[in-house]
């Protein structure tokens, strides 16, 4: 019985203790999201990447150059001949529209989805957009870079390339994005 009573007292004696830790760590978590240093569209992503020597964003690319990641936590769309250095995961049709035009509704189509911003292209990005998507949960960084491509007769094709900022793996995430992205696409022309 007096065991019985001891173990009773140590594990209310424990909980207090255990609450408190827990209570601790995420105050602590909550004062470093405070502090850590935010930049538009990147939000606290940024300054984790900071801290831990991540890369931010891995820039605008070249899709004639481009090499994917080791990883299969990336995506791409290109036309037949362009990705040079790279095989993509599905080949991008040609549409009856402008080079400009596709390029404003392909913005249209991804500034429509949840947690997406467009991120800074200078002048020189020409036909290309931009845009960091944030996963639901985790708020894990996705960038995706888009360009358009005149082709015959004034009509265009487009790239996309997709990819994870974070982890090995994406679960498909990037892959979905890209298709989902398409599909919108073609159902509004």
Not at 1 to 14: C, F, I, K
Not at 17 to 39: D, P, S, Y
Not at 114 to 122: G, I, R, T
Request: with cysteine; net charge positive; glycine share 6%.
């Amino acid at each position: 019985m007096n065991d019985l009573l001891r173990q009773s007292r140590t594990a209310s004696n424990r909980a207090p203790k255990t609450l408190f830790v827990i209570v601790g760590v995420v105050m602590l978590i909550a004062l470093a999201l405070l502090l850590l240093e935010r930049r538009p569209g990147y939000g606290v992503y940024y300054g984790i990447a900071k801290l831990t020597g991540s890369p931010v964003d891995v820039g605008p690319i070249k899709f004639e150059t481009l090499t994917r990641h080791a990883t299969p936590n990336d995506a791409l769309v290109c036309p037949l001949n362009l990705c040079r250095n790279t095989r993509p995961d599905s080949v991008a049709h040609t549409y009856d529209l402008s080079p400009d035009d596709l390029l404003a509704r392909l913005k249209a189509v991804a500034l429509a989805e949840p947690n997406v911003s467009e991120l800074y292209c200078a002048r020189e990005c020409g036909e290309i957009a931009r845009f960091v998507q944030y996963s639901r949960l985790m708020r894990f960084p996705d960038t995706v870079d888009i360009a358009v491509f005149p082709t015959d007769g004034g009509r265009a094709t487009l790239a996309i390339y997709s990819r994870s900022l974070i982890g090995r793996h994406d679960s498909g995430v990037n892959t979905a994005r890209a298709k989902r992205w398409l599909v919108t696409l073609e159902r509004g022309l």
